[in-house]
């Protein structure tokens, strides 16, 4: 379910429908968050940021990319 709400996020995105984009890779986030998915949890938190980046929230966007940062760390040094 989460990669296919984050697909359609990236497809408002794309579009140019930003809105939309980001109700997608928050609604994608949630569920991501719930069922403990970390990789996908990231994947949402870096496009999040990607949306704020673009729209010029830069402090907001750089929150999201170290949040997304920090979730990927939490990964690799899981697997490592």
């Known amino acids: 379910m989460c990669p296919t ?13 930003i809105d939309k ?3 997608f890779y928050e609604k994608a986030l949630k569920i991501s968050r719930e069922i403990e998915d970390d ?7 870096n496009n ?15 929150d999201y990319y170290y949040k997304a940062l920090k979730q ?3 990964i690799r040094i899981a697997s490592v």
Do not use: H, P, T, W
């Open 21 to 23: 984009a980001l109700e």
């Open 39 to 45: 990789k996908a949890v990231s994947y949402c938190l």
């Open 5 to 17: 709400l984050n697909s359609i996020g990236s497809i408002y995105s794309r579009s140019g429908n």
């Open 48 to 62: 999040i940021a990607y949306i704020y980046d673009s729209q010029g929230f830069v402090a907001k966007a750089i």
């Open 72 to 74: 990927m760390s939490k």
